[in-house]
């Protein structure tokens, strides 16, 4: 005589919707959990079915009353939340020494973890398999990131990083000859850190900077100058008068101040405002050429 199963197949495509089933069939038994905290099994040995197998692929022998699935929930076959630690990334997406702590309890909460980090999780000392879903995860287990992304991302920050470099030694060389031409060797470095009288805060910050007598050159570089940039940069040198009574010694002398914009992107348009007031960089050829304003006297 057949048996009649305790929870029909009817209307269930695959594992997931079994679940489904389940939980909605048998109240009593798990109305405590969600169908997805439900997982089903072909012995109490094998893995949990994966949630999208169909359940046309399980053999009819799977189904029968000598063979029966078997349900489990998370509670019963493992901790219903899980804690995870995932390892830190700084802003250029370098693996840090520490880690942050996770309460998981589910697909979702991984996901949302992952959401602006990554596409998946894999084990800090075994990093072959990606993980993807909370049954994957292992209570009090350390992971990493793991992005296409966010590794891509990293190399455009380097080389950013490494063009930005260059491009301020290029500029900060240009005005250095232009100002020995016009000025001989009088003119020298200064530090780029404005320093707080402390002597250890650092309260504003140039690409370079030199001084001639009591002439203080202020160079701001940008990639891409706009127009919002060479207003900004009047606004700075206000600021530095501010700080520099409590700054490093060698700038107290100081009583004249020019502006220095430097750009590897600097339209024709936005380079003509700006020489209303400041020294330009910018590249002419093979160099970087430097032009300043029509009544701007630098010879002395």
Known sequence: MAVKPLVSTAGCNNISDLAKAIKQELPNQFSAVDSNQISIHQSLQDAPLEPDLPLASISTAGLSAKLPLIVKTLGSSAPAQKTIFIQDIDEECYPLDSFSKYLVESNDDLKQILEGKGS??????????????????????KYNV????????ADEVRWQ???????????????????????????????????AADGKTIVQEWDAVFKDGDVLYLCEAKHNMTFEQVNKLPARIRKFK??????????????????VLCGTLFPE????????????????????????????????
């Open 120 to 141: 998946a999780l894999y084990q800090l000392f075994n990093p072959k398999d990606k993980i993807i879903k909370f049954k994957q995860l292992i209570d009090g287990e």
């Open 146 to 153: 793991y992005s296409r992304y966010e590794r891509s991302f």
């Open 161 to 195: 990083q490494n063009e930005d470099k260059a491009m301020e030694e290029e500029t900060h060389l240009a005005v250095r000859r232009f100002l020995a031409t016009h000025l001989g060797p009088s003119a020298v470095d200064m530090p780029t850190d404005i320093m």
């Open 242 to 259: 501010e700080f520099q009574a409590n700054a490093q010694p060698e700038f107290r002398n100081v009583t004249k101040y020019a502006g």
């Open 269 to 300: 348009d936005i380079r003509k405002n700006a020489h209303l007031g400041f020294i330009c960089v910018y590249p002419s050829g093979y160099r970087y050429d430097v032009k300043k304003p029509e009544d701007f006297i630098i010879e002395r």
